[in-house]
């Protein structure tokens, strides 16, 4: 019985030891994961924000024209997107901060009960002490502890009063200890206390500076989205100035589609006449590791720019501003500043450089069985047949003056087929 007794005791306090232990390891993770979204928040915060002041320059750079310019809508468009992101990750750290400030509350409640209990405590042990002392200098004179020992009527009686007298000093020691402990930790409590309740000062004081942010910010998104609302009213009047301009860019389209397909064609058939003793064409050994490579690092790719923002994407969009208008984009076109530098994305071989009308130079770059096209050059620095490096600068990005505009159009092929870039760039999807 007494053995099944010490079994169950036994199990229970392995359980209860099992739950402590999960709800530490539970707090730690909370905690951990608390400071990732917290980090994770502020750099997304701070990525954010660099591209709103980014759109805002460009925005800044093409105002003169912008009741003739689609392009400034695409820009202004983004920038509302950017800025109603940036809205959602201040509520985030906005939440954060608040279940912060709660177990902030919580913590300082709890102090302050502590500090109430301690003091209880404290005072207790102190007028035990006191009433200790008092006694033992009320008998001091009349009795004297060689004597005490002695006056026993036994050698039994006599090592009893010797024991007591040592009890007796040992519980006083001890007294003193435990007061001097409890002091001890009632001022880390205190001190504690005092932290948390600067902690708590400066969470309240992040809070207020959230919500007057996010009071600025929503002023920001109304006033750009009106903005909106009236350039989409200015650019209906002129409806059909913009539906052919649409046409006219879509044409653009289509002849850089098919000079491309042209190129690549060209490519492929100069390959397989390199190769006349197999019937079917492949790729080289070297192409082949250069493809797997290329391949490997999708979603990693360096952007063509060091600078920019993606305005108007891959495939079939609905047209912004007139109703049963869509328009396709093979690749994606990118707004930049004036001047800037376009670089390669991936390691491979000038295959191409071409001119399109009223578009600038275009560049395709062979990457084994990928392709890379870069279009709205004025300048190009490098020569067909010129291997190339990744983030290598290969030309000068071209501004139309007739509307500001400065934009890359960026194109990924694999063979034949195209495929949207936004999903081999590096963060760009």
């Not at 954010?48 to 105002?63: G, R």
């Not at 102190?126 to 009527?153: C, G, H, L, P, W």
């Not at 009071?215 to 109304?222: H, S, V, Y």
């Not at 070297?286 to 994407?313: M, Y």
Request: glycine share 4%; aromatic share 10%; net charge positive.
């Amino acid at each position: 019985m007494n053995i099944q007794v010490f079994y169950l005791t036994f199990r229970i306090a392995i359980m209860r030891f099992i739950k402590n232990l999960l709800v530490i390891i539970f707090f730690l993770i909370y905690c951990d994961a608390m400071a990732q979204s917290k980090d994770e928040l502020k750099i997304q915060k701070q990525k954010i924000l660099e591209e709103i002041d980014y759109t805002t320059n460009l925005l800044n750079n093409t105002k003169s024209n912008k009741i003739k310019s689609l392009d400034y809508l695409n820009v202004l468009t983004t920038q509302i997107q950017k800025k109603e992101q940036f809205l959602i990750t201040l509520n985030l750290e906005l939440s954060l901060l608040i279940k912060k400030i709660s177990k902030t509350e919580k913590s300082i409640n709890k102090t302050i009960n502590d500090i109430a209990q301690e003091e209880k405590l404290l005072k207790g042990l102190k007028d035990e002490y006191s009433k200790m002392i008092f006694a033992a200098f009320k008998q001091k004179d009349s009795r004297n502890d060689i004597v005490f020992i002695i006056s026993a009527t036994d050698f039994n009686q006599a090592y009893k009063r010797i024991l007591y007298l040592k009890q007796y000093a040992t519980f006083r020691k001890n007294q003193t200890q435990r007061i001097e402990e409890s002091t001890i930790k009632l001022k880390n409590k205190k001190i504690s206390l005092v932290l948390q309740k600067e902690n708590y000062i400066i969470e309240s004081n992040n809070k207020k500076e959230l919500s007057n942010l996010k009071f600025i910010e929503l002023e920001g998104i109304n006033k750009s989205k009106e903005e909106k609302k009236l350039l989409v009213a200015s650019l209906v009047k002129s409806e059909k100035l913009f539906k052919n301009e649409i046409n006219k860019n879509q044409k653009k389209a289509k002849r850089l589609d098919d000079k491309i397909r042209k190129i690549i064609e060209e490519e492929i058939a100069r390959a397989k006449a390199k190769d006349l003793k197999n019937t079917n064409y492949s790729l080289t050994p070297e192409a082949v590791a250069l493809s797997l490579e290329f391949s490997n690092n999708k979603g990693k790719l360096p952007w063509p720019l060091e600078k920019g923002i993606i305005i108007s994407k891959y495939g079939t969009q609905k047209h912004s501003v007139f109703a049963g208008i869509e328009t396709f984009n093979n690749g994606i076109n990118i707004a930049t500043d004036k001047n800037a530098d376009v670089r390669v994305v991936f390691d491979g071989t000038v295959s191409r450089i071409f001119f399109i009308k009223g578009e600038g130079k275009a560049i395709l770059i062979n990457h084994g069985e990928y392709y890379s096209v870069y279009s709205g050059l004025k300048e190009v620095t490098v020569k067909a047949g010129e291997k190339v490096f990744s983030k290598e600068k290969i030309g000068v990005i071209l501004t139309h003056e007739e509307d500001n505009k400065t934009q890359l159009h960026f194109e990924i092929w694999k063979g034949y087929e195209k495929s949207n870039p936004s999903i081999w760039l590096y963060n760009a999807y």
